[in-house]
């Protein structure tokens, strides 16, 4: 592609591929990850961001393909390419006929990457439907800076349905997703749940770097809070009782993004997302005490207690009206530290720093400090490691 250079790539190398690799049944897989690898590298090095659309036809074939890392570098590419059509010409060296053909992209491409998203997630097959779950969150993110990008240039968007009308379309797609009757796809939906409520949410930060802020209640406005609570929130609830293990792990690790897309408000929070999330790891809720039972699954508790501070962080119980939930939060923790399970134990203890710096000295005296002689004798090395960095940690300012 170097070799052609831009025009040559798109003229006939693109057209080429097409036609006799990407729709080769039999290729080797080892040659279509790497054309789904070197796809995304085009972009935006050789072909420029608002003329990358031809690309996208070639990737799409290749994430409904069998091979699974296969679809995941097609995944990852489309997710590379897509935030780059919305290129600036406003500024820079950019001619008129340049910023001709990045007004008409910009057009052109809401309603492309919406038949897109309908073809894959409305396929037979499972795989592209997997796929469509990497990828909705990535499209809903360029319709929000799409309506941005209308906006500020100005430009009439009336060659296909309004960005409002896109957005409530993938929303049904991802419902339709989580809903399906194949546990992979499912799976898929879980994994990329808390991506699509951020993206729903509007959140320009992810909850794990929230996590590390000041815990505040996040400006919303009450249109995109009204989404995540009737739309958003019935999915986390639905995914988080599912009857696979490997479904509820995976839905149970995106309560900090329900949380932050709720914006860390503490009753919303404790009524909608509180109860669903510990629930889940067979910790019962009988007035405001927990109970760990013996039957629950050790692999949805471990994806919880690799995101605790993160899940605590975005429940918002911060403040002296909340701090009986806040006790709740740490009595749960302290029994993630107590696991019978040693993989359960370690993932709790790298928490233990951003919690002690959430609940402060006296929730830290008396949930975390009591459990530190037992965790430092631990028979599992990787427990003891781990808590010896989790104490430095604790020393930082």
């Given at each position: 592609s170097d070799?052609?250079?831009t025009?040559?790539?798109?003229?006939?190398?693109?057209p080429y591929?097409?036609?006799n690799?990407?729709?080769?049944?039999e290729?080797e897989?080892?040659?279509?990850?790497?054309?789904?690898?070197?796809?995304?590298?085009?972009v935006?090095g050789?072909?420029?961001?608002?003329?990358a659309?031809?690309?996208?036809?070639?990737?799409?074939?290749?994430?409904a393909?069998?091979e699974?890392?296969?679809?995941?570098?097609?995944v990852?590419?489309i997710?590379?390419?897509?935030?780059?059509?919305l290129?600036?010409t406003s500024?820079?060296?950019?001619?008129?006929?340049a910023?001709e053909a990045?007004a008409?992209?910009?057009?052109?491409?809401?309603?492309?990457?919406l038949a897109m998203?309908?073809?894959?997630?409305?396929?037979?097959w499972?795989?592209?439907k997997?796929?469509?779950?990497?990828i909705l969150p990535?499209l809903?993110?360029f319709?929000?800076?799409?309506?941005?990008y209308?906006?500020k240039?100005k430009?009439?968007?009336d060659?296909g349905?309004?960005d409002?009308e896109?957005?409530r379309?993938?929303?049904i797609?991802?419902?339709?997703?989580?809903e399906?009757?194949t546990?992979?796809?499912r799976r898929s939906a879980?994994?990329h749940?808390g991506?699509f409520i951020?993206?729903?949410?509007?959140?320009?930060?992810?909850?794990?770097d929230l996590?590390t802020?000041?815990?505040s209640k996040?400006?919303?406005p009450?249109?995109?809070?009204r989404m995540?609570?009737?739309?958003?929130?019935?999915?986390?609830r639905?995914l988080s009782?599912?009857?696979q293990?490997?479904?509820?792990?995976?839905?149970?690790a995106?309560?900090?993004?329900?949380g932050?897309g709720l914006?860390?408000?503490p009753?919303?929070?404790?009524?909608l997302v509180f109860?669903?999330?510990?629930?889940?790891c067979?910790?019962l809720?009988p007035s405001?005490?927990?109970e760990?039972?013996?039957?629950c699954?050790?692999?949805?508790?471990?994806?919880?207690?690799?995101?605790f501070s993160?899940v605590?962080s975005?429940?918002?119980?911060t403040?002296?009206?909340?701090?009986?939930?806040?006790?709740?939060?740490?009595?749960c923790f302290s029994s993630?530290l107590q696991?019978?399970?040693?993989e359960?134990?370690a993932a709790?203890?790298e928490?233990?720093?951003r919690?002690?710096q959430l609940?402060?000295?006296d929730?830290?005296l008396?949930?975390?400090a009591?459990?530190?002689?037992?965790?430092?004798d631990d028979p599992?090395m990787e427990?003891?490691?781990?808590?010896?960095?989790?104490?430095m940690?604790?020393?930082?300012?």
């Amino acid at each position: 592609s170097d070799a052609v250079g831009t025009e040559g790539t798109l003229a006939e190398l693109l057209p080429y591929l097409a036609t006799n690799v990407a729709m080769e049944e039999e290729e080797e897989d080892e040659v279509l990850l790497i054309l789904g690898e070197k796809l995304g590298d085009m972009v935006p090095g050789l072909i420029p961001g608002y003329r990358a659309m031809p690309i996208l036809p070639l990737l799409e074939r290749l994430a409904a393909v069998e091979e699974t890392v296969v679809r995941d570098k097609a995944v990852e590419s489309i997710n590379k390419i897509v935030p780059l059509l919305l290129k600036d010409t406003s500024e820079g060296k950019f001619d008129d006929a340049a910023k001709e053909a990045a007004a008409a992209s910009a057009n052109a491409a809401p309603a492309l990457l919406l038949a897109m998203a309908k073809r894959l997630s409305g396929a037979d097959w499972f795989t592209a439907k997997v796929s469509a779950a990497g990828i909705l969150p990535t499209l809903y993110r360029f319709y929000n800076a799409h309506s941005d990008y209308v906006a500020k240039h100005k430009l009439s968007s009336d060659t296909g349905p309004s960005d409002d009308e896109g957005r409530r379309e993938l929303r049904i797609l991802y419902k339709d997703l989580c809903e399906d009757d194949t546990p992979m796809v499912r799976r898929s939906a879980a994994r990329h749940l808390g991506k699509f409520i951020e993206a729903v949410a509007n959140l320009s930060t992810s909850p794990s770097d929230l996590s590390t802020a000041i815990p505040s209640k996040i400006a919303m406005p009450d249109d995109l809070r009204r989404m995540v609570v009737e739309e958003m929130v019935p999915l986390f609830r639905t995914l988080s009782m599912d009857e696979q293990d490997s479904v509820r792990l995976l839905a149970v690790a995106n309560a900090g993004s329900v949380g932050c897309g709720l914006g860390r408000d503490p009753q919303l929070n404790e009524d909608l997302v509180f109860g669903v999330c510990f629930r889940v790891c067979s910790i019962l809720l009988p007035s405001i005490c927990f109970e760990k039972t013996r039957g629950c699954a050790g692999r949805v508790r471990h994806n919880l207690a690799k995101e605790f501070s993160t899940v605590a962080s975005s429940l918002g119980f911060t403040d002296s009206r909340h701090q009986n939930r806040q006790i709740d939060v740490f009595n749960c923790f302290s029994s993630l530290l107590q696991d019978a399970e040693a993989e359960v134990r370690a993932a709790g203890v790298e928490n233990i720093a951003r919690m002690t710096q959430l609940g402060g000295p006296d929730l830290f005296l008396s949930h975390i400090a009591p459990l530190l002689p037992s965790l430092a004798d631990d028979p599992v090395m990787e427990v003891r490691s781990k808590l010896a960095q989790a104490l430095m940690d604790c020393c930082d300012p």
